[in-house]
């Protein structure tokens, strides 16, 4: 399994909010762990993807030092049970944006029924750190899709 | 807002209790106090009071009575 826990932007406003979606297909092979005979998706898992979406939200303004890094998860609930091949929506709204740290309201969605909810706390890795050249693989679809949203800065 | 008020709000940032904190207390006897936590300091002085520091500010709090001097200076001590 791969850690891209967005498979697709759908909205975006860099540095402010973004709705993305994932599913995690029931082939999955934690599915026979989590739990047999009762699949349902990790609740630290969801925690993640909405720790990508808002970190995605943070990396596309281009504007701080380094890459969002998931710093503490000040609190988070867990209300749904969700299952493998449903439509994870996820949602972040960035509360605190400032250039060494950021906080985001987070919240999944699964046909329009909130699932959990989660504040989650960033901090700012240097681009240095990460492989040369890397580029975030599902912001470049979404600039490529959206070539106007783009900012400069990107 | 009082300095007990205060040492309250300094020890539930912490994850501490009150009785663990005194205005001598050293950021290096505070655990929580690490990189991590002197970022969590000041996004939590900016959420809840409005008052915005540097990383060069928050440098020179070194001790808890630092802290309260800070909130002080932003008129939300008394």
Not at chain 1, 115 to 135: D, I, K, R, T, W
Request: with cysteine; hydrophobic share 45%.
């Amino acid at each position: 399994m791969r850690f891209i826990l967005v498979d697709k932007i759908l909205e975006l406003e860099p540095g402010k909010r973004i709705t993305a979606t994932k599913v995690l297909p029931a082939s999955e092979e934690l599915f026979r762990d989590h739990f047999p005979g009762f699949p349902v998706v990790p609740g630290v898992l969801l925690t993640e993807m909405m720790a990508q979406a808002a970190g995605r939200c943070l990396d596309a303004e281009g504007t701080h030092p380094g890459r969002a890094m998931l710093g503490k998860i000040n609190g988070a609930s867990f209300h749904e049970w969700v299952k493998p091949d449903q439509a994870i929506l996820l949602h972040a709204t960035i509360t605190q944006n400032r250039s060494t740290y950021a906080t985001a309201d987070c919240f999944a969605e699964v046909a329009g029924k909130k699932v959990c909810s989660a504040g989650l706390f960033f901090v700012f890795a240097p681009h240095e750190q990460f492989a040369s050249g890397y580029q975030d693989e599902i912001l470049l679809a979404y600039w490529k899709a959206n070539p106007g949203k783009q900012p400069k800065a990107i | 807002m009082t300095q007990t008020e205060a040492m309250a709000w300094i020890a539930q940032v912490f994850e501490m209790t009150p009785d663990q904190l005194t205005p001598d207390t050293h950021r290096e006897n505070v655990a929580a106090w690490d990189s991590l936590g002197a970022l969590t300091l000041m996004a939590s002085l900016d959420s809840d009071f409005g008052i915005v520091l540097t990383d060069d500010d928050i440098q020179t709090v070194k001790t808890v009575g630092d802290l309260l001097d800070v909130m002080r200076r932003h008129g939300k001590l008394v």
